[in-house]
């Protein structure tokens, strides 16, 4: 069978495959990774850049999402809050 670059990253992140995830606007570009997947982390339990990096690998290779993914975390908190 074959299976497209997106699919095997799929299955290897433990996720279907075929289902496109609405990524939202691109936060990490070293690892693709997105406002709206940010915010679902957040909302799982990741409360830390740290543990947004533990999860999703974003703000761990150059750091220059960190500050975004902090004011993402913190709204996210706010909201919860509310």
């Known amino acids: 069978d074959h299976v497209d670059r997106r699919g095997r990253l799929a299955i290897v992140a433990g996720r279907p495959g075929g289902v496109d995830v609405d990524r939202g606007a691109i936060v990490c570009s070293c690892f693709g990774v997105g406002a709206n997947q940010i915010a679902e982390a957040v909302r799982r339990g990741c409360g830390s850049v740290a543990g947004i990096g533990a999860a999703l690998h974003a703000g761990t290779n150059c750091g220059s ?18």
């Open 65 to 82: 999402c960190r500050a975004e993914i902090r004011v993402i975390i913190d709204a996210q908190s706010l909201q919860a809050a509310e």
